[in-house]
Structures are given as structure tokens and as C-alpha cells.
């Protein structure tokens, strides 16, 4: 009999930490549902490095995630569309720029607050974006010496 009740607790135990790491992991990754977003885009010359799920942070914290990449056929540009976290209001002339985050670290979507008295409303379009900076392209320059066309 204690056999059955020692397999009974340890089966126990394996459940319990197995609900807490889903617990855990639903957090984590936003999935719980309960932080409400509203919708922002922006247009980008390149997105290197960044696709759906990309982190956008506004001071090194995440506030919100890409959720939408479409190419736009007329301008060749990528038409990005993200959520920010309600209650962080974001001046209208803020910028969104791609930055990485090291050498060999992955890129996300930073958001530079302007400084404007309006915010930006549900929906509206962040004009001022910088696009991601090549690696390839910096060291292609530092061999060649610059910019020779």
C-alpha cells in the first residue's frame, strides 16, 4: 500500500508543477488576456529581422508585440501593425525605429516618445520609423572604405 500512495503523491506533484508551468508560461508569453492593446502602424523601408510576435519596447521595457507585416505593392514599403498596452499614451511625433539588440542578438520594434502635447489614437500611423541597419552592409563599407560608387 505505500507503494501505491508514494506513486499517488509523486504523480500528484508531476501535475501540479506541470499546471504551474502552463500557468507560468501563459504569463509570460501574454496569453492570459488580461491586458488590453490597441492597434498602431507604421511603414518601413526594410524589416530585417523582425516578423510577428517581434517585441516592441518603449525604454527597454516590452509594451506590446507585432502583429501584422504586409507588403505594400505601391511603395515597396513594409506596413507594419503593432500593439501598445492601454494606459501608455504615446505623443503623436514619437518614432518607431528597428534596433537590435546586440552583435548576435535579435532585433525588435523600439518606440522614441516625442515630445507633443497630442497622443497618438487607436489605429493612427507612427510616420516617423527608421528601418533596420544591415550588419552586412556597415562592415561591407568599413572593408571598402565608405560610400564608392
Known sequence: MSA????????AAVVAVA???LVYAGQVSGFSGSTTEYPLTASFRTLQGVGVGT???LAGVKIGAVTDINLNPQTFRAETEFSVL???ELPDDSSVVIASE???GGNF???????S???LEPGDEVMNTQSAVSLISLLMKFV???DSE
Open 86 to 88: 492601454n494606459g501608455i
Open 55 to 57: 517585441d516592441v519596447r
Open 4 to 11: 501505491v500512495r508514494t506513486e499517488i503523491t509523486v504523480g
Open 109 to 115: 520594434v523600439e518606440i522614441v516618445p516625442g515630445g
Open 117 to 119: 502635447a497630442f497622443n
Open 144 to 146: 571598402t572604405g565608405g
Open 102 to 104: 546586440g552583435l548576435l
Open 19 to 21: 499546471i504551474g508551468f
